[in-house]
């Protein structure tokens, strides 16, 4: 184990009084990993029967599994057809208990790498809204991937400071907060942590927080709801945030969280119902989570009615009609975009993306996206060849290499699967496939 704080340990103490020692011994255990089933592509039941690998579920939340390290899943086919997310067990606890509903107008404050965010999306179900932000540029890049590689088409991907977006008054159906801290619920999966918290402590990360809070609580409609979570122990990082909250908001109430076993409340009476997770107590690193709603009258927003314009659908192969109505479709230097059906102020803000890049227009033709590909089901594409998972081709075409196809007849553009779920585009031609599986994508 190594050294930790002694600051750090005697608020650990503190806190778990005669379980300090049960907390302590947790560092010498082995790590725990974990998956989420990404249900947009394939239902729970049905990836319980095609996983490749051991898994065992995990308590607070049904598309969750614990899989085993040696089994490597980063590298199996079905993780690059985005058939799950790696995830870390306690990570999963604030995106289960938001309550999303189809339709919903969702922020994620807070949101790279994009695994809450994705799980988000799995909630809309390709319905409403899902407005994804990072602060940093980088970090939202990666953000961005996530999602394509998920097949998210109905989500603006932002990097802003989110405490500067006033014209989002009273927007969001939902928010989600998973907001910087020390992290000191992780410092048994990433020593680098420890050296990071010896550096800024806890004190660096409370203003922020409370700005966080206090711009979310503004941006949430009366009668929405809101998750705040952290990966850390320290209580100015959690309960007395959400102290701070209730304190801005007079509307603002905790609700009660579903308790697994393991869980323990939150320390104060005011935050009671809050989650507190511990390693020591359950099979996951460490996490706060609270939830909280904004009373008033629920309104909800309306889509407008979508418009797909002709001329841009006549510049469009017939096989990729069936992908691109649900939206309005417009063309923005040679890009072609599918917007949400829904009306956003976001005005000047920073946004990497906006709903589905559909594809790019090359010398008057259309070349479909990745992001298509990966959003695509096979009632919306039809030209496809689907490879079976043993098939040496799939790895080769994850290695962006050319590939023979046995049925000459094929020509154009193809989807290709594996086992039914998408992987890509390739371009087919007597017999061969030119591979068009971005370079940034490849299986190394």
């Not at 320290?234 to 801005?248: N, Q, R, V």
């Not at 010398?363 to 990966?374: D, I, K, W």
Request: contains cysteine; charged residues 30%; glycine residues 6%.
């Amino acid at each position: 184990m190594n050294k930790l704080p002694e600051d750090y340990l005697s608020m650990m103490k503190r806190l778990l009084k005669e379980e300090y020692e049960d907390y302590l011994a947790s560092f010498e255990e082995e790590r725990n990993f974990g998956l989420r089933v990404n249900t947009s592509k394939i239902s729970v039941e049905d990836f319980v029967k095609i996983c490749p690998f051991k898994i065992e579920k995990i308590p607070w939340t049904q598309d969750g599994f614990y899989y085993k390290e040696e089994d490597r899943p980063a590298k199996h086919p079905y993780y690059f057809a985005g058939l799950y997310y790696l995830q870390e067990a306690s990570a999963m606890l604030p995106a289960q208990v938001l309550p999303v509903e189809e339709g919903d107008l969702v922020l994620d404050a807070c949101a790279a790498p994009g695994g809450k965010s994705s799980k988000l999306a799995n909630k809309l179900n390709k319905t409403g809204v899902l407005v994804a932000n990072d602060i940093s540029v980088s970090r939202a890049q990666v953000l961005l991937k996530t999602l394509e590689n998920q097949g998210v088409e109905n989500a603006y991907v932002m990097a802003e400071d989110i405490c500067g977006l006033q014209q989002l008054h009273e927007c969001f159906d939902k928010i989600l907060i998973d907001a910087p801290c020390s992290g000191q619920g992780m410092f048994r999966k990433d020593s680098d942590l420890i050296r990071s918290y010896e550096e800024r402590g806890s004190d660096a990360y409370v203003p922020l927080q409370k700005k966080i809070i206090e711009a979310a609580i503004g941006m949430l409609k009366p009668g929405g709801k809101m998750v705040y979570s952290t990966c850390t122990f320290d209580p100015k990082e959690d309960e007395e945030i959400i102290e701070y909250a209730l304190g801005l908001c007079k509307e603002l109430r905790v609700l009660p969280i579903e308790r697994c076993e393991g869980f323990c409340e939150g320390i104060t009476p005011a935050t009671k119902d809050c989650v507190r997770l511990y390693p020591h107590r359950i099979k996951g690193e460490g996490h706060f989570v609270a939830l909280l709603e904004k009373q008033g009258e629920k309104r909800k927003a309306f889509p407008h009615i979508p418009s797909v314009d002709k001329k841009l659908l006549d510049l469009i192969p017939d096989g990729f009609h069936r992908s691109l109505q649900n939206g309005d479709l417009v063309l923005r230097k040679d890009r072609l975009y599918l917007l949400p059906p829904y009306d956003l102020p976001l005005g000047n803000a920073r946004i990497l993306r906006s709903g589905l890049l559909a594809g790019e227009m090359k010398h008057g033709r259309f070349r479909p996206s990745q992001a298509l590909a990966m959003s695509l089901s096979l009632h919306k594409y039809d030209r496809i060849l689907d490879l079976p998972l043993k098939d040496e081709r799939v790895l080769k075409y994850l290695k962006c290499e050319t590939l023979k196809i046995d049925d000459t007849s094929l020509e154009g553009t193809l989807l290709v699967c594996v086992d039914h779920f998408p992987l890509g585009f390739g371009e087919a031609k007597n017999g061969i496939l030119k591979n068009r599986y971005p370079a940034n994508y490849r299986y190394q």
